[in-house]
C-alpha cells in the first residue's frame, strides 16, 4: 500500500471506530446481518427508528396504488442459498448435525435446477423455512472465522514429517498419472497423506476429460443473484471431485478496474458490495462439496499486460474499500486457501509482501487456510516464506531444494516451514484430505471445532459421479438469468409472428458455438449446440432460417499451386517428415490472411523464404479459447496477414508427424473473399422477416485487449447488415465491454457474454420470449475508447515505467463516471426485460446495532410492481450518497455508491413490497489516520432504481451514531 501521510486533528464523536468483532454473533433467534437473512416471508419495518432520525419518504414516488396490497418480500439482496437447509454450517433446520450423503442430496439437486418451488413440492416447505440465516457476503469483515485449533492429527504428522517430506508439501511437481489438472502435490506415503490434485475452475473443471462449461463468471454476475453464485459453487465443487480434484482455483475475485483487462470474463464486476457478495457464495458453495476453495488474485491483478512485472500503488483507502473488499468476504465465509498474484504491490511481488499475506490477511481479517502462489509468481525463498506464502506452484524452484538448503544453513527456521505445513495440514484435515483416499465430504459431514465442514462419516473410498445431465441444465439456468438486453427498439425482440417464422443469422459464432474464454477459465464440455441449429429448432416446421458467415474466421482452400497440390487435408504418420516446395500465383495485389489448421507439431511454413507462423509468445499458443483458435473439428488454428504483390510467390510447407503423427491444412482469405462474405450477408438478411447477427472479441488469460472495438471486420459486417435490414438484433458474445459506434442502426442489442455450453439454448430462449432476459451490467461500457476510468493516462493504465498508479481512489467503475460526470454508452446495472415495472412508495430507516445484531445499518423499504403483460425479472438497486461527518473530515467518497439490490421475478401486475438492508459496513469508509473503518453518519441520500442512471426513487435518511 502507498504511504499516506496520517490526519493529526483526531476523528469527532459522532464518528466512533466501529467495534470488533463486528458485527457480532446475533441474539439468540436472531439473524447474524439483515442481508444474510433468507427468509421471504412477510415482514414489517426492521427494527424502531432512532429517535431523531424518523424514517424518511421518497421523492417523485407513484402513490396510485396507496393499498399496497402486493405480496411482501423479505430483507436481502436475494437469498443466498438455494440448494440444502444448513448447507454452509452442517445443520438441518433445527440446528441438528445433517448425516454426510455422498454427492448433492436431492432436495439439493431440485433447488439447484428448479428453485424454491422444487423444494416445497418434495418437502412441503418453503425457502424461507429451509434456509437458515446468515451474515451477508462481503459484509461480514472483521467477524473473520476464529482460528481453528490444531488438532491432535495434524500435530502428530508436523512431529513426525522429515524436513524433506515437510518441503514436499509445499511445492509442486509432476502428477504421475496426468489428469490434466493445473497443480499437483505428491503425497507421503508412509504417513498416510496423500496426493493433492488441484484444478482451474472459474468458469467449470479444466482437467483433460470433458466437464460441464458453465457461462463465464462475469455472466453469472448479471444476474445479480448470490443464492445462483452459490449453486455455481456447488456444481463446481461437485464436479472437482468428480473428476478427481482436491482443490478449485476460485473463484477470480480481483475488480474489473479496465476494459481492455484480458481476464474481466474471469471475474464478476466493477463494484466491490456485489463482487464480495458472490465472491463469499460461490466459496460456501464449492466447500459445501468437500473442495478447497482458492480466492484468487491477491491483490491488485487487474491487468494482463506486464502482470509479471508490473507494480501497482494503491492508495490505503482504495485498496480497502475497493479491491481487497471481495477478498475479505471470501475469508470471512471460510475460503481455505488463498492465492496470491503475480504484480508487484508497492515495490514488493505479492508473494513476498508481509502486509497483504500476514497484516491484512491473517492477523486483520483471521485467515486460517493457506496461501499458495500463482504459477511461476515467486522469486525468493526466504522472503516469500517469511511474509506468509506458504506453497509454491506449480514446482519447487524456491521452496524446493532451496528452502532445503536455507533451513540446513540457518538463512530459514524450521519452525518456518513448520508453520507452513500445519497450515496445509489443518485445512486438508478440515475437508478430508488426509485420508488415504481423499474422500473429502460437504457440509453433510461432520463438522469441526468451529463449525466448519469436516470428513464424511460412514463414507470412505468414494467420489460422487459426474451428473452431466445436471450439470448442462444448470449451466442453461445460469446462462437464462445473466442474458442481458442492452437495446430494445419497437418491440423487436423477442421474436413473433412472421418475425419468429423468417429469420436470417448471420456471423461466425451463429454457426459456431462460442462456449468460453481462454486460459484457466477453458474447458472442453461434453457437447455444445450452435446458436444456428438451436434458433432453427425453436422456429420450428414450415420457419425459413437461413445462414451466411459473414466473416470467415477459418479461411478457405488455397488456390490452385504450381505443382498442383491438395492443402485441404494432409495426412502425415508417424515419424514422417511431409514437404511442399511451390508457386503460388496472385492476381490482384491485397492483403491475404493466411491460416494453418493442425493437431501436431506446427508445420513449417515459408513465403518467399519468410516464416509466417514463428513461435508465438505463450499466452497465443497456451492459452486458446474462444472460436477462432480451434477449428469445428478440433484443430489448433494459427493466422498471419500479408500484403501480397500480383505474381509468383514462392511456397514452402514441411510437416512433422511425430509420435502419433499429425493432420493440418493450409488455407487463406483474401479482401476479395471478405467482401463477398459482407455481400452474402447482406442478401441474405435482405430475403428475411427478422436478423439475428453474431458478433464477438475473443479474450484469455495473458493478454489484455487493446481496442474496445469488435475485432476484424466484424463492424463493417454490423454496419452494412443493419443498413440493409433495421429489425436487426445483435447478439453479442464479449468478454467485456466494447464500444457500438453502429448501435442506433440496430433494433436490439442482447449481451451473451462467454455463455458455456448451452449458450445455444439460452440465446434461443430469450430471443424467441420463452424466458425474460435476467441480467444486467456489472461493469459500465464506455461511449468511446477516451470516456473510460483509465483511457488517456498510461500512468493508471498499463503503467508507466513500470508502475501502475490507481489514481482513481475509491472512484472504481461507476463511481469514476459519477464523480467525472461521464456519460457512459450503458450504466452499471442496466438491462432490459420484456415487461416493465415502477417503483413506489420508498421508506427509510435506522436498524439499531441490537436489531441488526450490533453492527446497524438501514433498511430501505419499496414497492416494485411489474406494470406490463407478462412475466418478468427486475433487479431493484438501492444507492448510498456520501456522508457529510465524513466530508468535513477530508475522506474521500463516491458521489453514490452500490448499497444493496434485490432479484425479483414477478407475474403480470404483480405488486411486491420489498426490504433491502444497508449494512453499516456499506455506511463505512476507511479513515487512513486510524487505520480502520468508520460510521459515515449524518444526512444522507438514498436512491432506488434499475441501474445507477435510472434511480426513480430518492429520500434522506440520518444515519445515528451507534
Not at 123 to 148: K, Q, S, V
Not at 283 to 306: M, W
Not at 422 to 428: A, Q, S
Not at 852 to 858: Q, R
Amino acid at each position: 500500500m502507498s504511504d499516506v501521510p496520517p490526519r493529526s486533528r483526531p476523528l469527532p464523536s459522532p464518528l466512533p471506530r466501529l467495534p470488533l468483532p463486528w458485527p457480532p454473533p446475533p441474539p439468540s433467534g436472531a439473524p447474524a446481518d439483515p442481508a444474510r437473512t433468507v427468509s421471504r416471508a412477510p415482514e414489517g419495518p426492521v427494527g424502531a427508528p432512532d429517535p431523531v432520525a424518523e424514517p424518511s419518504r421518497a421523492e417523485g414516488a407513484d402513490t396510485a396504488d396507496a393499498d399496497d396490497t402486493g405480496t411482501e418480500a423479505a430483507a436481502g439482496r436475494t437469498a443466498p442459498p438455494c440448494d440444502v437447509p444448513g448447507a454452509a454450517d452442517g445443520r438441518g433446520p433445527a440446528g441438528e448435525r445433517r448425516t454426510a450423503e455422498r454427492g448433492l442430496p436431492r432436495r439439493g439437486l431440485l433447488l439447484l435446477l428448479g428453485g424454491a418451488a422444487a423444494l416445497a413440492a418434495v418437502t412441503g416447505t418453503t425457502a424461507a423455512a429451509a434456509a437458515p440465516a446468515r451474515r451477508a457476503p462481503g459484509d461480514d469483515p472483521a467477524a473473520a472465522p476464529a482460528t481453528e485449533p490444531v488438532t491432535d492429527r495434524v500435530a502428530d504428522l508436523l512431529a513426525r514429517l522429515t524436513l524433506d517430506e515437510k518441503i514436499s508439501l509445499l511445492h509442486g511437481a509432476t502428477d504421475p498419472q496426468r489428469l490434466g489438472q493445473a497443480g499437483y502435490v505428491p503425497g507421503v506415503p508412509r504417513l498416510g497423506i496423500p496426493e493433492l490434485r488441484l484444478a482451474d475452475g472459474p468458469a467449470g473443471v479444466r482437467v483433460q476429460r470433458t466437464a460441464t462449461a458453465l457461462p463465464a463468471p462475469v455472466m453469472l454476475a448479471a444476474a445479480f443473484d448470490p443464492a445462483l453464485a452459490r449453486a455455481y459453487g456447488q456444481v463446481l465443487g461437485r464436479e472437482g471431485r468428480a473428476l478427481g480434484q482436491d482443490v478449485m482455483l476460485s473463484p477470480m475475485v480481483n475488480l474489473i478496474r479496465t476494459p481492455y483487462a484480458g481476464r474481466n470474463f474471469e471475474t464478476f464486476s466493477e463494484d466491490p458490495l456485489l463482487t464480495a457478495d458472490l465472491a463469499a457464495e460461490q466459496v460456501r458453495g464449492i466447500q459445501a462439496e468437500g473442495l478447497v476453495a482458492t480466492v484468487k488474485h491477491l491483490a491488485l491483478n487487474n491487468q494482463e499486460k506486464d502482470r509479471m512485472t508490473v507494480d501497482v500503488r494503491a492508495g490505503e483507502q482504495a485498496l480497502h474499500e475497493t479491491e481487497l473488499r471481495p477478498f475479505e468476504a471470501a475469508v470471512a465465509a471460510g475460503a481455505g486457501a488463498v492465492m496470491a498474484a503475480y504484480n508487484k504491490v508497492d515495490g514488493l511481488h505479492a508473494t513476498e509482501s508481509r502486509t497483504l499475506l500476514t497484516d491484512i490477511l491473517r492477523d486483520r481479517w483471521g485467515f486460517d487456510g493457506w496461501v499458495m502462489s500463482d504459477w511461476g509468481a515467486v522469486h525468493s525463498t526466504a522472503a516469500a516464506l517469511t511474509a506468509g506464502l506458504d506453497m509454491e506452484m506449480p514446482g519447487g524452484r524456491y521452496f524446493g531444494a532451496p528452502l532445503r538448503t536455507a533451513v540446513r544453513d540457518g538463512r530459514v527456521a524450521e519452525e518456518d516451514v513448520d508453520r507452513a505445513v500445519r497450515r496445509l495440514l489443518t485445512v486438508r484435515e478440515r475437508y478430508g484430505l488426509l485420508d488415504a483416499t481423499s474422500a473429502a465430504s460437504g457440509t453433510g459431514g461432520t463438522a469441526g471445532p468451529t463449525g466448519r465442514p469436516g470428513r464424511a462419516e460412514g463414507v470412505e473410498g468414494t467420489r460422487p459421479a459426474r451428473n452431466a445431465p445436471a450439470g448442462a441444465a444448470f449451466a442453461l439456468r445460469v446462462a437464462t438469468a445473466g442474458a442481458t438486453l442492452l437495446r430494445n427498439e419497437y418491440g423487436a425482440l423477442p421474436l413473433t409472428g412472421t418475425a419468429a417464422r423468417s429469420i436470417a443469422v448471420i456471423g461466425p459464432t451463429g454457426a459456431v458455438p462460442f462456449v468460453s474464454g481462454g486460459g484457466s477459465a477453458h474447458v472442453v464440455p461434453d457437447a455444445a449446440t450452435s446458436p444456428l441449429d438451436a434458433i432453427t429448432a425453436r422456429a420450428g416446421e414450415g420457419a425459413t432460417v437461413a445462414y451466411a458467415i459473414g466473416e470467415d474466421v477459418y479461411g478457405t482452400a488455397l488456390p490452385a499451386l504450381s505443382p498442383a497440390t491438395d492443402l485441404e487435408h494432409v495426412a502425415v504418420g508417424p515419424g514422417e517428415t511431409w514437404t511442399y516446395e511451390g508457386t503460388l500465383t496472385v492476381t490482384t495485389p491485397e492483403d491475404w490472411t493466411f491460416l494453418v489448421h493442425h493437431d501436431g507439431t506446427r508445420p513449417t511454413v515459408t513465403l518467399d523464404g519468410i516464416e509466417l507462423f514463428p513461435a508465438a509468445p505463450a499466452p497465443g499458443q497456451v492459452h486458446a479459447g474462444g472460436i477462432a483458435g480451434r477449428a469445428p473439428d478440433g484443430l489448433t488454428v494459427r493466422r498471419t496477414a500479408r500484403a501480397l504483390t500480383a505474381g509468383p510467390h514462392r511456397l514452402k510447407v514441411t510437416a512433422q508427424g511425430g509420435a502419433r503423427g499429425q493432420v493440418f491444412r493450409l488455407r487463406a482469405k483474401t479482401e476479395t473473399g471478405r467482401a463477398a462474405d459482407v455481400a452474402e450477408a447482406v442478401r441474405v438478411a435482405s430475403a428475411a422477416e427478422s436478423v439475428v447477427l453474431f458478433a464477438y472479441e475473443e479474450a484469455t488469460e495473458g493478454r489484455d485487449r487493446t481496442s474496445l472495438a469488435l475485432p476484424g471486420r466484424q463492424q463493417a459486417l454490423v454496419e452494412a447488415v443493419t443498413g440493409a435490414h433495421p429489425r436487426t438484433a445483435v447478439v453479442l458474445n464479449t468478454s467485456s465491454a466494447i464500444t457500438m459506434p453502429w448501435l442506433d442502426r440496430t433494433a436490439a442489442v442482447l449481451q451473451m457474454y462467454y455463455p458455456g455450453q448451452e449458450g445455444a439454448a439460452a440465446t434461443a430462449a430469450v430471443l424467441f420470449g420463452d424466458a425474460d432476459p435476467g441480467g444486467r451490467l456489472t461493469q459500465t461500457f464506455p461511449a468511446a475508447e477516451d470516456r473510460h476510468p483509465t483511457a488517456g493516462d498510461p500512468r493508471r493504465y498499463p503503467g508507466q515505467d513500470g508502475v501502475a498508479e490507481y489514481s482513481e481512489g475509491v472512484h472504481v467503475g461507476h463511481r469514476w463516471y459519477d464523480a467525472e460526470e461521464v456519460e457512459p454508452l450503458f450504466p452499471f446495472g442496466h438491462g432490459l426485460s420484456y415487461t416493465t415495472f415502477t417503483y413506489q412508495r420508498l421508506v427509510v430507516a435506522p436498524v439499531p446495532p441490537a436489531a441488526s445484531g450490533g453492527g446497524g445499518g438501514l433498511s430501505v423499504t419499496f414497492t416494485v410492481r411489474n406494470t406490463g403483460r407478462r412475466a418478468g425479472t427486475e433487479v431493484a438497486q438501492v444507492y448510498l450518497g456520501p456522508s457529510p461527518d465524513l466530508a468535513a473530515l477530508g475522506i474521500d467518497q463516491p458521489r453514490q455508491c452500490l448499497a444493496g439490490y434485490l432479484r425479483l421475478e414477478l407475474a403480470a401486475g404483480e405488486r411486491r413490497k420489498v426490504t433491502v438492508p444497508v449494512t453499516a459496513r456499506t455506511l463505512s469508509s476507511w479513515d487512513v489516520a486510524r487505520h480502520d473503518w468508520v460510521l459515515g453518519t449524518g444526512r444522507r441520500t438514498v436512491r432506488v432504481g434499475s441501474s445507477s442512471r435510472a434511480l426513480r426513487l430518492r429520500t434522506e435518511v440520518r444515519v445515528p451514531s451507534p
